[in-house]
T-cell receptor
């Protein structure tokens, strides 16, 4: 099993729909992050969490929300998806370095 | 912002060493320098990180300038599997360990 697992791997959704991306980790790390990546660009931070009770906004949190259900689980929600949220989304855990999941490719039509 | 500057792309021949440069002039004394790489359709993968001294691991070497305002990732013998986008980042303690990612360097390996 992968250290950081993201589901789903691919998702197509309609404008206005609510969608949740899930992330779970087996590394036992406290810190977890959600990033998005647009074509040809680096990653931009959406939200991060230092533990279950500590959630922080990143650079581009508008239009997103998160839930840290347990140390191992960190979910990202798009409350009302819009086309410019079409992107590749990555979850990561951190201790000395980042461990990333394989990503979720989200398309909003 | 903890920003870095890297060339957009570089080319190298297979089996030759590759030196990937990075400028990080805004780095502060406690920030670590990280290198990640991203293969097509995959998440970024940790390569190496360091603070002041040069570092070596099984994947690469990291040479850090004495003033820490630049660093170089060294792949000793590039293979086709090393073709990826390489990101140089430093984590700013001032921004709660948020890594600010640039566009990286696309490394092209020629057979």
């Amino acid at each position: 099993d992968a250290d950081v697992t993201q589901t789903p791997r691919n998702r197509i959704t309609k404008t206005g729909k609510r969608i949740m991306l899930e992330c779970s980790q087996t590394k036992g790390h406290d810190r977890m992050y959600w990033y998005r990546q647009d074509p040809g660009l680096g990653l931009r931070l959406i939200y991060y969490s230092f533990d279950v009770k500590d959630i922080n906004k990143g650079e581009i949190s508008d239009g997103y929300s998160v839930s840290r259900q347990a140390q191992a689980k960190f979910s990202l929600s798009l409350e009302s998806a819009i086309p410019n949220q079409t992107a590749l989304y990555f979850c990561a855990t951190v201790r000395d370095g980042y461990t990333f999941g394989s990503g979720t490719r989200l398309t909003v039509v | 912002d903890a920003k870095t500057t890297q060339p957009n792309s570089m080319e190298s021949n297979e089996e030759e060493p590759v030196h990937l440069p990075c400028n990080h002039s805004t780095i502060s004394g406690t920030d670590y320098i990280h290198w990640y790489r991203q293969l097509p359709s995959q998440g970024p993968e940790y390569v190496i990180h360091g603070l002041t001294s040069n570092v070596n691991n099984r994947m690469a070497s990291l040479a850090i300038a004495e003033d820490r305002k630049s660093s170089t990732l060294i792949l000793h013998r590039a293979t086709l599997r090393d073709a990826a986008v390489y990101y140089c980042i430093h984590d700013s303690r001032d921004s709660n360990y948020q890594l600010i990612w640039g566009a990286g360097t696309k490394l092209i390996i020629k057979p």
